[in-house]
T-cell receptor, first 116, second 113 residues
Framework: GAGVSQSPRYKVTKRGQDVALRCDPI?????LYWYRQALGQGPEFLTY????????KSGLPNDRFSAERPEGSISTLTIQRTEQRDSAMYRC??????????????FGPGTRLTVL | AQSVTQLGSHVSVSEGALVLLRCNYS??????LFWYVQYPNQGLQLLLK??????LVKGINGFEAEFKKSETSFHLTKPSAHMSDAAEYFC???????????FGGGTRLMVKP
């Protein structure tokens, strides 16, 4: 079956513009996670959902970042008024069961965001 | 709080040689531990995970890792490297609540013919 998909795969934008990054998890997966990965570093947690409920957004850097998952499936990460420091790979992951218990997370290919 | 340290951002081995990628963690409670591999232009793929069962965990592609509580380590090994093992490897830790992963900085494995 299909894995986690993300779109767009590459996004180049100008400073000050808003961007929306989409994640389509594996069908039936309950939990969905967003991570950000700077070049040469490991992914860093941003936020996660169980079904449509956002459970933890402690990793979002500031209030320009927001995420939603209104129907408990597709999720959108929105960055308003982008800045050059937002440039990174944004990764989405989903897991079958509710978060907890060391459940495997399946990762998408990521969206590489470049802010000029 | 939890953290992960991967010693060596780059490791180079010859084909057929032992692969050893180091991972140390800190956690206030017994952790779940993971190794992921990332090939170019692909997502992270789970190699193996430790969830408090056997301390020696076998994963895909011949990799295994041993959980050593006394050393707070979870090193990844493979007896004989293949060219196809060249990739970036990430160690990660999670606690029970939330299951969000905390990753190490990654180790790029290069395999020489």
């Amino acid at each position: 079956g299909a894995g986690v998909s993300q779109s767009p795969r590459y996004k180049v934008t100008k400073r000050g513009q808003d961007v929306a990054l989409r994640c389509d998890p594996i069908s039936g997966h309950v939990s969905l996670y967003w991570y950000r990965q700077a070049l040469g570093q490991g992914p860093e947690f941003l936020t996660y959902f169980n079904y449509e409920a956002q459970q933890d957004k402690s990793g979002l850097p500031n209030d320009r970042f927001s995420a939603e998952r209104p129907e408990g499936s597709i999720s959108t990460l929105t960055i308003q008024r982008t800045e050059q420091r937002d440039s990174a790979m944004y990764r989405c992951a989903s897991s079958l069961a509710l978060a907890g218990g060391g459940n495997e997370q399946f990762f998408g290919p990521g969206t590489r965001l470049t802010v000029l | 709080a939890q953290s992960v340290t991967q010693l060596g951002s780059h490791v180079s081995v010859s084909e057929g040689a032992l692969v050893l990628l180091r991972c140390n963690y800190s956690s206030s409670v017994p952790p779940y531990l993971f190794w992921y591999v990332q090939y170019p232009n692909q997502g992270l793929q789970l190699l193996l995970k430790y969830t408090s069962a056997a301390t020696l965990v076998k994963g895909i592609n011949g990799f295994e890792a041993e959980f050593k509580k006394s050393e707070t380590s979870f090193h990844l090994t493979k007896p004989s490297a293949h060219m196809s093992d060249a990739a970036e490897y990430f160690c990660a830790v999670s606690l029970n609540a939330g299951n969000m992963l905390t990753f190490g900085g990654g180790t790029r494995l290069m395999v020489k013919p």
